[in-house]
């Protein structure tokens, strides 16, 4: 079954065309890598389908209703962007972690958020931390594990092992494995020549166009 479906479209900003005329489908429970020159449009498509920009043309359907349609608030608990650069807030590691139960107005889960914290190989003591105190792998690791307190229909990674040491790396891609294991759709953007190796289902972007 379809769970994210563009159908020809196009973005431009000013002069510049991004993406020419793109379609494509992602099954529920696929595994989608995108891969392609930089610039060639692969975080554009990510940014897209994450509802955090409008198309200049064409539609994009979610569960085969059009995005448009949906509760942007509610498309983005289903639909998780998580960006290269992690963006965390606050002080510490717990008022990012707390925070998805925060919006949800529900009573925090202590023992969700150890078990996560645990996949990362972190301890729980690590929830008072500062976050000014993080190396980039550290806060790689909690970024996500924030987005996935409440899983995602659909898990957006633009590029997140970028910069990573390989131990890092290995904790990132085994949590990305949990949550595909779960039934979570992942869609993938990667220059990494590991990950594309590995890669099962892939997408070529080439100056703004699907060219394999």
Same mark, same amino acid.
């Not at 479209?9 to 989608?32: A, T």
């Not at 529900?106 to 023992?111: G, L, M, N, R, Y």
């Given at each position: !079954? ?22 494509? @489908? ?6 989608? /890598? ?13 940014? %897209?389908?994450?509802? $955090?920009?409008?198309? /200049? ?5 979610? &569960?085969?209703?059009? !995005? ?7 498309? #983005? ?7 290269? &650069?992690?963006?965390?807030?606050? @002080? ?13 107005? &529900?009573?925090?889960?202590?023992? #969700?958020?150890?078990? %996560? %914290? ?25 970024? %996500? ?7 995602? @229909?659909? $898990? ?6 970028? =910069? ?18 779960? =039934?979570? /759709?992942?869609?993938?953007? /990667? ?11 892939? !997408? ?9």
């Amino acid at each position: !079954m379809t769970i994210i479906e563009f159908k020809h479209i196009s973005y431009q900003v000013k002069e510049k065309q991004i993406l020419h005329d793109v379609s494509f @489908k992602v099954d529920r429970g696929d595994f989608l /890598t995108l891969v392609g020159p930089s610039g060639s449009g692969k975080s554009t498509i990510l940014k %897209l389908t994450a509802n $955090l920009i409008s198309p /200049t043309a064409g539609d994009i359907f979610y &569960q085969d209703k059009k !995005m448009a349609k949906y509760d942007p608030v509610q498309y #983005r608990r289903e639909v998780s962007y998580c960006f290269q &650069q992690p963006s965390l807030f606050g @002080k510490t590691v717990r008022e990012n972690l707390i925070f998805p139960y925060e919006i949800r107005r &529900q009573v925090v889960v202590e023992k #969700r958020i150890d078990e %996560l %914290l645990k996949l990362v190989d972190l301890s729980a003591d690590f929830l008072d931390k500062d976050i000014n105190s993080l190396s980039g792998g550290e806060k790689q690791r909690v970024a %996500l594990i924030r987005n996935i307190v409440f899983l995602p @229909k659909v $898990l957006l990674l633009d590029e997140v092992t970028t =910069g990573l040491d390989d131990d890092s790396k290995e904790i990132v891609h085994q949590l990305i494995k949990r949550v595909h294991e779960q =039934g979570t /759709t992942i869609i993938l953007v /990667t220059h990494d020549q590991s990950e594309i190796q590995t890669a099962g289902h892939i !997408m070529q972007i080439k100056q703004g166009r699907i060219i394999k």
